[in-house]
């Protein structure tokens, strides 16, 4: 990626070669403002020195799986990995892995596609995505209508129910360390971005001292927020070099290789 | 150059663990990021105790009085204690810097018993920095209207700009319409594009850059800042001299 193109304070990102897992496209009904179309995405990916991204559709998000994997379906380009919307039914298990997918986006809250993602109701789904290591994303969002407690507790058990499913968890916000901590001690396969969740006062710094940078992949939330945010961040956190780099990209190429390989 | 942010604390928080948050500690991440002062506030003050938490930030301001300046942070309740605290605190600095957060006293800014503070506030052309959130029974930024009409010589800061996208274009609704009002960028919420929205609203005059330190992260909001599409006469403006000229005395 061409330096020319990054904003003057994120110039050193140029070869970092930057991955983002939390981007969406489309059009959007709640954000509608800020949704971009492909050229537009590509364009402020670049300004921000991003050189790839795990993107998902504003259609799946807000209305229907099927619906939103169309939308995605004309939104290839190279630089782009689909997160898939995916939901329990044998059709949909079935509609998925036709696509040989790296990714999964799953969206089980209550106000968007309300399943369980219990053994009773999401068992096959689970069992398909583990099998091939498909990087499941789950955005802490699905919760907010209910409780942090309740949103904890099911990714907990769903986590102990697929102990070989690579998970990532998206948007957790700066106050979820009282649970994500025991979940990380617990669980290898958990993983989290840091879009939201490194909004608090040198917390980036006090994961990685505490639990290695292994599970950290940046993410943005392109559209809806900026990406100089987290990068900034990331750029400035008094971290090893090495910790720097396998956030801004190499954890999350390594994760998706694994479900290639 | 040098960054004077108008948002930030001392103390822990109850509700997440916070991270490196006594005052040496801050002092190394403002010197990394070239933040020269950093106006703060008690936490426990906010939450519980204001005699005890203004006693905390007087303590840090005669450690290191050219790094911090300090709030005077109030609660109406019980009566009379925000008047005894303003009084006894009058030293931290002229004009007076005066902290308000509604919603972890569960007392609406524009109740009764804030009076004496907006009095106290108007008459000493006092900065004040409200908490405030989008559409918050105890704090929206639309609960400013009027109390920025009625007291045009206090300042109001709104505190994190109502926070969600919705919230700031309540802060700008107010901020419009009163030249006393001035957006405080302070927050966990880093809507695109929302910078620039300000600036063409109402200018780069009357926003501030706050970091929220040791709560949130400084970088997140500067970060913010040094990558928006604005003019770098508007990022200076926002990161040092619209603060620094409230601080001056009868500056407006």
Same mark, same amino acid.
């Not at chain 2, 300046?69 to 204690?81: A, D």
């Not at chain 2, 274009?169 to 107010?174: H, K, M, P, R």
């Given at each position: 990626m061409s330096a020319s193109v990054i904003e003057p304070a994120l110039a050193e990102l140029a070869d970092w070669n930057v991955m983002d897992v939390n981007v969406r496209i489309g059009p959007s009904g709640i954000h509608g403002h800020l949704a971009l179309d492909k050229n537009d995405l590509l364009r402020e990916m670049d300004r921000f020195g991003i050189n790839t991204a795990v993107v998902s559709h504003f259609t799946a998000e807000e209305y229907d799986a099927v619906e939103g994997n169309s939308g995605l379906e004309c939104e290839v380009d190279p630089r782009f990995v689909p997160a898939w919307a995916a939901l329990p039914d044998a059709f949909s298990i079935q509609s998925v892995s036709a696509r040989k997918p790296l990714v999964a986006r799953i969206y089980c809250g209550p106000s968007r596609h309300n399943f369980s993602t219990a053994r009773w109701c999401s068992g096959p789904l689970f069992e398909y995505l583990q099998q091939y290591s498909i990087l499941t994303l789950i955005s802490l969002e699905e919760f907010h209508s209910t409780s942090a407690f309740l949103g904890w507790e099911v990714l907990k058990t769903l986590l102990s129910n697929f102990p070989h499913l690579p998970v990532a968890l998206l948007?957790?916000?700066? &106050?979820s360390d009282r649970y994500l901590f025991p979940l990380l001690e617990r669980f290898p396969t958990l993983h989290f971005d840091c879009s939201t969740y490194s909004a608090a006062h040198r917390q980036l710094e006090a994961t990685v001292e505490g639990?290695?940078?292994? &599970?950290i992949l940046f993410g943005s939330r392109l559209p809806l927020y900026t990406p100089g945010a987290p990068l900034a961040v990331l750029l400035t956190a008094r971290i090893p070099d090495s910790a720097r780099r396998a956030i801004a990209g190499g954890n999350l190429r390594r994760l998706l290789h694994r479900g290639e390989a | 150059m040098p960054i004077v942010d108008c948002h930030g604390h001392v103390g822990i928080h109850p509700d997440f663990p916070a991270y490196k948050t006594g005052a040496e500690e801050m002092l190394q991440v403002m010197d990394l990021l070239n933040i020269e002062r950093l106006a703060i506030t008690s936490t426990l003050a906010c939450y519980n105790d204001c005699a005890r938490g203004n006693a905390e930030v007087d303590r840090v301001l005669k450690e290191h009085p050219s790094r911090f300046l300090g709030y005077i942070t109030v609660n109406?309740?019980?009566?009379?204690l925000a008047l005894a605290q303003l009084q006894r605190y009058a030293h931290f600095h002229t004009p007076p810097l005066i902290k308000m957060h509604p919603a972890c006293q569960h007392y609406?800014?524009?109740?009764?018993?804030?009076v004496p503070v907006w009095d106290y506030a108007n008459q000493t052309h006092a900065i004040v920095l409200v908490h405030t959130w989008d559409?918050?029974?105890?704090?929206?930024?639309?609960?400013?209207e009027p109390i920025a009409r009625a007291y045009p010589k206090a300042r109001i800061l709104l505190g994190h700009a109502g926070v969600t996208w919705r919230g700031y274009e309540q802060a700008l609704e107010v901020a419009k319409t009163h030249p006393n009002t001035f957006l405080d960028i302070t927050g966990s919420q880093s809507h695109r594009t929302i910078l620039e929205h300000c600036v063409r609203q109402?200018?780069?005059?009357?926003i501030l850059f706050g970091s929220d330190l040791p709560y949130l992260e400084a970088a997140l909001s500067l970060g913010r800042v040094l990558t928006a599409r604005i003019s770098d006469q508007e990022k200076e403006a926002i990161l040092r001299t619209n603060f620094l000229r409230l601080l001056s005395p009868g500056g407006l």
């Amino acid at each position: 990626m061409s330096a020319s193109v990054i904003e003057p304070a994120l110039a050193e990102l140029a070869d970092w070669n930057v991955m983002d897992v939390n981007v969406r496209i489309g059009p959007s009904g709640i954000h509608g403002h800020l949704a971009l179309d492909k050229n537009d995405l590509l364009r402020e990916m670049d300004r921000f020195g991003i050189n790839t991204a795990v993107v998902s559709h504003f259609t799946a998000e807000e209305y229907d799986a099927v619906e939103g994997n169309s939308g995605l379906e004309c939104e290839v380009d190279p630089r782009f990995v689909p997160a898939w919307a995916a939901l329990p039914d044998a059709f949909s298990i079935q509609s998925v892995s036709a696509r040989k997918p790296l990714v999964a986006r799953i969206y089980c809250g209550p106000s968007r596609h309300n399943f369980s993602t219990a053994r009773w109701c999401s068992g096959p789904l689970f069992e398909y995505l583990q099998q091939y290591s498909i990087l499941t994303l789950i955005s802490l969002e699905e919760f907010h209508s209910t409780s942090a407690f309740l949103g904890w507790e099911v990714l907990k058990t769903l986590l102990s129910n697929f102990p070989h499913l690579p998970v990532a968890l998206l948007d957790l916000g700066y &106050r979820s360390d009282r649970y994500l901590f025991p979940l990380l001690e617990r669980f290898p396969t958990l993983h989290f971005d840091c879009s939201t969740y490194s909004a608090a006062h040198r917390q980036l710094e006090a994961t990685v001292e505490g639990f290695g940078a292994e &599970r950290i992949l940046f993410g943005s939330r392109l559209p809806l927020y900026t990406p100089g945010a987290p990068l900034a961040v990331l750029l400035t956190a008094r971290i090893p070099d090495s910790a720097r780099r396998a956030i801004a990209g190499g954890n999350l190429r390594r994760l998706l290789h694994r479900g290639e390989a | 150059m040098p960054i004077v942010d108008c948002h930030g604390h001392v103390g822990i928080h109850p509700d997440f663990p916070a991270y490196k948050t006594g005052a040496e500690e801050m002092l190394q991440v403002m010197d990394l990021l070239n933040i020269e002062r950093l106006a703060i506030t008690s936490t426990l003050a906010c939450y519980n105790d204001c005699a005890r938490g203004n006693a905390e930030v007087d303590r840090v301001l005669k450690e290191h009085p050219s790094r911090f300046l300090g709030y005077i942070t109030v609660n109406p309740n019980p009566e009379g204690l925000a008047l005894a605290q303003l009084q006894r605190y009058a030293h931290f600095h002229t004009p007076p810097l005066i902290k308000m957060h509604p919603a972890c006293q569960h007392y609406p800014v524009n109740g009764p018993k804030y009076v004496p503070v907006w009095d106290y506030a108007n008459q000493t052309h006092a900065i004040v920095l409200v908490h405030t959130w989008d559409s918050d029974p105890e704090c929206s930024p639309l609960l400013l209207e009027p109390i920025a009409r009625a007291y045009p010589k206090a300042r109001i800061l709104l505190g994190h700009a109502g926070v969600t996208w919705r919230g700031y274009e309540q802060a700008l609704e107010v901020a419009k319409t009163h030249p006393n009002t001035f957006l405080d960028i302070t927050g966990s919420q880093s809507h695109r594009t929302i910078l620039e929205h300000c600036v063409r609203q109402i200018g780069g005059d009357r926003i501030l850059f706050g970091s929220d330190l040791p709560y949130l992260e400084a970088a997140l909001s500067l970060g913010r800042v040094l990558t928006a599409r604005i003019s770098d006469q508007e990022k200076e403006a926002i990161l040092r001299t619209n603060f620094l000229r409230l601080l001056s005395p009868g500056g407006l």
